[in-house]
């Protein structure tokens, strides 16, 4: 019989059962990660701001932005700026249009083209499902741009809210934003 810690009394299913090691059923893990690990790092505000902005020039630079992956053969210009009736879109139809009408409907066409079932235990966990990042459409204030865009693989961010992490996903800049008129006038 193994030699491991068990579990003592009887009467029960769980009496003689091997506890406490690693290698049993409802033992500990090896090593556990520990609550007294520095996880969160503090960055300088400076440096932060100065992230955002160089992620912000880099998606202003079309060579980068074709090197992170993003399909941007038929867009016109980079950073591509639209008037402010982006904002005002009301339904996923026109959505879709003003995408098709720019040339950033390839890009959308990659991200689901690119859906795929997740490799291991992540497909239990809500997390099913993996697919690229699309473009990014950045808007001042909302008459019904979210709920247009919602159905579509792209993200949606107020101008006053963009974050890093989505600015440059995975550490790589050059992320193909969509500005809305004021969004990008408010940028100053």
Do not use: C
Request: proline share 4%; charged share 20%; glycine share 8%.
């Amino acid at each position: 019989m193994a030699r491991i810690p068990r579990v003592p009394g009887s009467g029960t299913h769980r009496a003689g059962q091997a506890a406490f090691g690693n290698m049993v059923r409802g033992g500990h893990m090896f090593a556990p990660n520990r609550t007294s690990r520095r996880w969160h790092r503090k960055v300088p505000t400076n440096m932060r701001r100065y992230a955002v902005v160089s992620a912000l020039a880099a998606s202003a630079v079309s060579s980068v932005v074709e090197s992170r992956g993003h399909v941007i053969a038929d867009v016109q210009e980079i950073p591509l700026v639209l008037g402010n009736f982006l904002e005002s879109v009301k339904t996923t139809k026109e959505a879709k249009a003003i995408l098709a009408t720019v040339g950033a409907q390839a890009d959308v066409e990659r991200v689901i083209a690119s859906k795929a079932m997740r490799a291991g235990a992540g497909k239990m966990r809500n997390r099913r499902f993996r697919q690229r990042l699309g473009p990014m459409v950045v808007y001042n204030e909302d008459n019904g741009v979210v709920k247009a865009f919602r159905n579509i693989p792209v993200q949606l961010f107020q101008v006053d809210r963009l974050n890093l992490l989505n600015l440059a996903p995975g550490g790589h800049l050059g992320r193909f934003i969509i500005w809305s008129q004021a969004a990008f006038e408010k940028l100053e």
